[in-house]
């Protein structure tokens, strides 16, 4: 049987490209064989933090000469970057930790690149995204990711505000320092009931994973103080049906109110999704006295 380690040897790795490589979230293992051989192959490495990384490439005995591109300088790497793809290099971008353009630099870097003509080869690994979601459960079948919410209390509530409809469940990422103010903030917006799960510290010696509800999770944070530290992904079950229906109904309601009265509108709205006609009616007078202000 041929050794794995040859498997990532046997495809064909294109000069002038940019390589995009995901790196472990955690654990030092969780690394594939391909990003390894890439990371080996590379003429140069650009890194969201090359201390960081250069400490992972020293674990595998790698050394390459490195670049910084960060959130602050991802542009001025990219030109850089992409002379020397244009000189015929091979060049690896990884981000700190997990996939590079999730929640992390690596995206204008993506885009530069390929507005010059030039190639770009991701290579899957972890994300913290995916390994939550695999630990979630059935209920979560489709999701959207929202990655970090604003900082501020009133950024943090109005961003939520238009998501307590939102029929997909939604997976964000948050530092400890605000994890229970987060938590709180969305029980405020999708109310208590709703499931949530807390995967804290994937990957690594603390690991947790914690299924529960928005009404009881912050004083689950709250009553361990341990629980409350480390990195974390949350994810919250999306709107029952009801509240989702009612999104499509007020999308139904919005367009028929171009043509017809608010009576009318109800009627053929009724007719059409089965839901109350005194709702439908309420909801479309409440819309033309918006239009009306
Ligand atoms: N690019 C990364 C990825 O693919 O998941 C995400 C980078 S983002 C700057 C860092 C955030 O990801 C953390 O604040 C946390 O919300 C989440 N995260 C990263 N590693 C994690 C881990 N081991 N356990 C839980 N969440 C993690």
Redesign the pocket.
């Known amino acids: 049987m041929t050794p794995l380690s040859e498997l990532a040897q046997g495809q064909r790795y294109p000069a002038a490209t940019l390589y995009v490589v995901?790196t472990p979230?955690?654990n030092i293992a969780d690394i594939t064989l391909r990003a390894l051989h890439v990371l080996g192959l590379v003429d140069r490495i650009a890194a969201e933090d090359t201390c960081n990384t250069g400490q992972l490439l020293a674990r595998y005995d790698i050394s390459k000469p490195m670049l910084a591109a960060h959130q602050h300088n991802e542009r001025e790497a990219a030109q850089s970057l992409i002379e020397h793809l244009q000189a015929g290099e091979r060049i690896a971008y990884v981000?700190?930790?997990?996939?590079?353009?999730?929640?992390?630099p690596g995206s204008k870097l993506v885009d530069a690149v390929r507005e010059a003509g030039l190639n770009v080869v991701p290579l899957p690994g972890?994300?913290?995204?995916?390994?939550?979601l695999s630990a979630a459960g059935d209920w979560v079948s489709t999701f959207s990711f929202l990655?970090?919410l604003p900082p501020k209390a009133k950024a943090r509530a109005t961003a939520l505000q238009p998501l307590a409809k939102h029929p997909h469940a939604m997976v964000?990422?948050?530092?400890p320092h605000r994890i229970v103010e987060t938590v709180q903030a969305l029980a405020d917006a999708f109310g208590g009931q709703r499931r949530l799960l807390i995967?804290?510290?994937?990957?690594?010696l603390h690991?947790a994973l914690h299924r529960g509800t928005l009404a009881e999770a912050p004083k689950w944070l709250e009553t361990d103080p341990n629980r409350q530290r480390?990195?974390?992904?949350l994810v919250v079950e999306g709107a029952p049906q009801e509240a989702a229906g009612e999104q499509d109904h007020d999308a139904l309601l919005v367009k028929l109110l171009e043509k017809l009265t608010v009576s009318s509108a109800a009627k053929v709205a009724a007719s059409l999704t089965g839901a109350s006609r005194n709702a439908l009616y309420a909801r479309a007078l409440a819309f033309k006295k918006d239009e009306e202000e």
């Open positions: 995901a979230i955690g981000s700190d930790a997990g996939t590079p353009g999730i929640s992390d972890a994300s913290a995204l995916a390994t939550a990655g970090f964000f990422y948050e530092a995967a804290r510290e994937l990957t690594k690991e480390g990195e974390f992904v």
